[in-house]
C-alpha cells in the first residue's frame, strides 16, 4: 500500500500529521469544487509535506519490498490479483516510497514507480538504495501519464493517486491507453460508503452525516483559501461507469474483511469499524 488512505470527507482534520498542516498553513476544511490544477497543486504539497511522518508512522507495516493492498493488510503474495507478473512491464500509479513496486522486481516483474509529490519519492529512492533493489521512478500526475500507448502488461494502485485527481475518468482512460490488450488494471480506494460516516475510527465513526451522493470535494486551506488537501469522492458506481467508459472491464470488486485478530488501527480503519462494513475497494479490471 503505496498512500495514505483518505480522509472520507469529514468535519475534522485530527487524523492528519500536524506538522504537515503546520508547514501548510492549514487553518479550516471546506467542501467546494477544486479542479485539475488545484487538486494536483495540493496533491504535491501535501505529500511532500508529510511524507516523512507518514513513513515513520507506517513504513514498518508497508514493508520495504512488500506489497499490501489496504489497512485490513491483504498481500498481493497471496490475493495474486495481478496474476504470475514474471516478465511482465508494471505500472505502479502513485507509488508512494515504492514498497509495491520492489516487490513486483523481486516477483520477476520490470515495474515502473510513479508518483507526484518528490518527497515520496525520495524516500523511494532511499528504499532502492537501502534494499538494493532498484526500481525505475518517475514524478508525474496519475491523469496524464507520460508514457506511450500500449505500453504496460499491467498496472496497479494502491491506495495511490485516483481519490486525489479532479477526474478519476481520467486516470481510468490513460491507464487503459498505455495498457496492452487484455492486461489487468487493479486498484484500491477507500470504499465508498465510507464518504457517509466521521473519519473516526471509534463509536462516533457508526453514525451517518453526510450523504453518500454528495460529490463535492474535501478540501482542506490556509489562511488565504489555497487548498493544502483535496480529495474527491466517487460512489461505486461512478468508478464502474467510469472504468467501461474507458474501454475497460470489471472482472471482480473485493470489499476485504477485517480480519481475525487485526488490531492495528490507520487513521478511520479500526476492528470496531471494520467489522461492521468495509473500508476498502478493490477493483480488480481488465483492459479489453
Not at 485478530?261 to 483492459?287: N, V
Request: net charge negative; proline share 6%; with cysteine.
Amino acid at each position: 500500500m503505496s498512500n495514505q488512505p483518505g480522509s472520507s470527507s469529514t468535519a475534522t482534520a485530527d487524523h492528519r500529521h500536524a506538522s504537515a498542516e503546520l508547514a501548510l498553513g492549514t487553518t479550516g476544511i471546506v467542501k467546494r469544487d477544486a479542479d485539475a490544477a488545484e487538486s494536483r497543486a495540493a496533491s504535491r504539497i501535501w505529500w511532500d509535506a508529510d511524507a516523512d511522518d507518514y513513513l515513520s508512522e507506517h513504513g514498518d507495516f508497508l514493508g520495504a519490498a512488500d506489497f499490501r493492498w489496504c489497512p485490513e493488510g491483504l498481500r498481493e503474495e497471496e490475493e495474486r490479483l495481478l496474476g504470475d507478473v514474471a516478465g511482465k512491464r508494471v505500472l505502479e500509479v502513485g507509488c508512494g516510497s515504492a514498497p509495491c513496486a520492489r516487490w513486483l522486481r523481486v516477483n520477476g516483474a520490470e515495474p515502473v514507480a510513479l508518483d507526484i509529490s518528490a518527497g515520496m519519492l525520495r524516500h523511494a529512492v532511499a528504499g532502492n538504495a537501502s534494499t538494493g533493489i532498484s526500481v525505475p521512478l518517475v514524478q508525474a500526475s496519475a491523469d496524464e501519464l507520460p508514457f506511450g500507448d500500449e505500453t504496460f502488461d499491467a498496472a496497479c494502485s494502491a491506495f495511490g493517486a485516483v481519490p486525489f485527481v479532479a477526474d478519476s475518468g481520467a486516470v481510468m482512460r490513460e491507464v487503459a491507453r498505455v495498457l496492452r490488450p487484455g492486461a489487468p488494471w487493479v486498484f484500491a480506494v477507500t470504499h465508498p460508503i465510507r464518504w457517509i460516516f466521521p473519519d473516526d475510527p471509534g463509536p462516533a465513526g457508526l453514525t451517518v452525516v453526510n450523504s453518500y451522493f454528495d460529490r463535492t470535494p474535501y478540501v482542506e486551506v490556509d489562511d488565504a483559501g489555497r487548498a493544502t488537501y483535496v480529495e474527491h469522492h466517487r460512489t461505486t458506481g461512478d468508478f464502474v461507469r467510469q472504468v467501461v467508459a474507458a474501454g475497460m472491464e470489471l472482472v471482480d470488486l473485493i470489499e476485504p474483511e477485517w480480519p481475525e485478530g487485526h488490531t492495528r488501527g490507520w487513521g478511520q480503519w479500526s476492528p470496531l469499524r471494520g467489522r461492521l462494513f468495509p473500508g476498502t475497494a478493490i477493483f480488480s479490471c481488465r483492459k479489453r
